[in-house]
C-alpha cells in the first residue's frame, strides 16, 4: 500500500498548485513480475519507467535518472498520477511473485492483455485465487469447542385452514456481509411474518406481514415454543447494526461487531431446536434492514429447511505438479459434501446438491473459516514454493484443531 504521505516524503517535486501538468503515462507489458510504461510530461521527450512489486517492497525505476538514493521527476509524477486524488493506494494488481517462467518470461497462470486503456492483468480461471504470500489467512483456533444439540419434542398443528394465518420463519441473509466495515455488518437473522396457504395446505396463497412486537397479532395460535421463537427472532432484530443506529443514543444497544456476532450465534444456536420442526421455513437474501418492513413478496422468498447436525469442516490437500489445492468441504453423519458453489450466509453450511437444507456451524471459529473459503470458491490454490515458506504453518494450525487428508 502506497501512501501520498509516503510517496512526497521520498522527493521534492510536486505537481504546480496552480495550472495543470499534462502527464501522459501508458502501460506497456508485464513481463517476470516487471511493469514497463512508458511517461510524458508536458512535451518532454517519451521516458520508460520500470516497476515491480515484492512482499514488502515497491520498486521503481526510470530511462533517466532514478537509483536507490533517488526518486527521479519521472517515477515520481508517474506514482502520482497512479494515487491520483486518493491518500493511499494497493499495488497488488502488479503482485505476482514467482508466477512467472524465469526462461522465457511467460506465465501459465496469467492472462495479460493489452487494450486501449492500457494492461489488464488476471488470474486464469483455474487459478484465479492462487495464494500470494502476504496475503490475511483466518485464524485457526487451537481449541475449538463446538456446540451440542439440544432436541425438542415437536409440537405441530395439522388442522389448518385455508383462510386462516399461519406463521411462518423467514432466514435473512445480508449480501453487504463482506462489503463493509466490520462494524458496519449485518448478520444472519431470523424474522417471522405470517400467511395464509393454498389448498394444499403446502403452499402460500397470500404474504401478509412481517411480524414485530408491535405487530403480534392475537389471532395467531402459537405453542409455546413459537411465542420463544419470536422473543428470539426480536432480540436478533435489535443486535443489527440497522437498529443500533436507529437507537444509537441507548447504551443498551451499543455493541461491537465482535460481541454482536458471538450475541447472534447464541440466538441461533437457542432458536435452532425449534426450527427443525417448524412447518413453514422461508429463505430471503436483502439490500439492508430497511427495506425490511410491510410484507415480503413471493419472488424474493424459498422454502428451505434448518437440520439439527452438527457440520464437520474437512479439508483436503491435493497435489496437481507444481501447486496444491487447499479445498473446503464439511461432513455430516458420514457424509462428505462439497459447499453450495455460491454461499456466503454467515453461521451456516449448505450442501452442493441441497442448496437450501442448512446447518448451524458448531461455532463461531468454524463460521470465519467458513466465510474466508466462500470468497475463493472453497478452493485455495497455493504454488508449491509458496507452501513450504508461507502456507505451512496456517496448514499445521488447520491439521491440530480440523485434521487435513492429503491426496
Not at 232 to 252: A, G, L, R, T
Request: with cysteine; net charge neutral.
Amino acid at each position: 500500500m502506497l501512501e501520498r504521505k509516503t510517496l512526497d516524503s521520498l522527493s521534492e517535486f510536486r505537481p504546480p498548485k496552480r495550472g495543470y501538468l499534462s502527464v501522459s503515462v501508458k502501460h506497456l507489458r508485464f513481463v517476470n513480475e516487471i511493469l514497463t510504461a512508458s511517461i510524458s510530461i508536458e512535451n518532454e521527450d517519451v521516458e520508460m519507467i520500470y516497476l515491480k512489486v515484492t512482499q514488502d517492497h515497491l520498486l521503481i525505476s526510470c530511462s533517466m535518472d532514478t537509483d536507490e538514493f533517488y526518486l527521479s521527476r519521472y517515477a515520481y509524477f508517474f506514482l502520482s498520477k497512479y494515487l491520483w486524488f486518493y491518500h493511499e493506494k494497493s499495488f497488488e494488481d502488479y503482485y505476482y511473485p514467482d508466477f512467472f517462467d524465469a526462461d522465457n518470461g511467460t506465465s501459465k497462470y496469467l492472462k495479460i492483455a493489452s487494450n486501449s486503456k492500457g494492461l489488464t492483468i488476471k488470474l486464469k480461471e483455474p487459478f484465479r485465487n492462487l495464494f500470494k504470500p502476504s496475503v490475511s489467512l483466518p485464524i485457526i483456533p487451537l481449541k475449538n469447542e463446538a456446540r451440542r444439540n439440544i432436541f425438542l419434542e415437536p409440537q405441530l398443528s395439522d388442522s389448518l385452514e385455508n383462510d386462516t394465518p399461519v406463521i411462518a420463519y423467514c432466514i435473512l441473509d445480508p449480501l453487504n456481509l463482506h462489503e463493509r466495515y466490520n462494524e458496519e455488518k449485518e448478520l444472519t437473522l431470523l424474522i417471522p411474518f405470517t400467511a395464509t396457504l393454498n389448498n394444499d395446505k403446502r403452499n402460500f396463497k397470500s404474504l401478509l406481514t412481517y411480524l414485530n412486537s408491535k405487530t403480534i397479532s392475537d389471532d395467531l395460535e402459537l405453542n409455546s415454543e413459537q411465542l420463544n421463537l419470536n422473543d428470539i427472532c426480536e432480540e436478533m432484530w435489535e443486535n443489527s447494526f440497522y437498529f443500533q443506529m436507529k437507537n444509537h443514543k441507548d447504551e443498551n444497544y451499543s455493541r461491537t461487531f465482535s460481541e454482536r456476532k458471538k450475541l447472534q450465534f447464541d440466538l441461533w444456536k437457542s432458536a435452532l431446536p425449534q426450527l427443525v420442526y417448524e412447518r413453514f421455513m422461508c429463505y430471503q437474501w436483502i439490500y439492508g434492514l430497511r427495506y425490511i418492513k410491510g410484507k415480503p413478496t413471493k419472488k424474493d422468498i424459498c422454502f428451505c429447511q434448518v437440520a439439527s447436525d452438527i457440520p464437520q469442516l474437512k479439508f483436503l490437500l491435493i497435489d496437481k505438479g507444481e501447486y496444491y489445492f487447499l479445498d473446503l468441504k464439511f461432513m455430516v453423519n458420514g457424509k462428505l459434501s462439497n459447499f453450495a458453489p455460491i454461499f456466503n450466509m454467515f453461521f451456516f453450511a449448505a450442501a452442493e446438491k441441497k442448496p437450501m437444507k442448512f446447518y448451524l456451524l458448531g461455532s463461531i471459529a468454524d463460521a470465519e473459516v467458513v466465510s474466508y473459503f466462500s470468497k475463493i470458491s472453497f478452493r485455495l490454490p497455493v504454488l508449491k514454493k509458496h507452501y513450504d515458506t508461507h502456507l505451512e504453518p496456517f496448514v499445521q494450525q488447520i491439521v491440530q484443531t480440523y485434521g487435513l487428508k492429503k491426496r
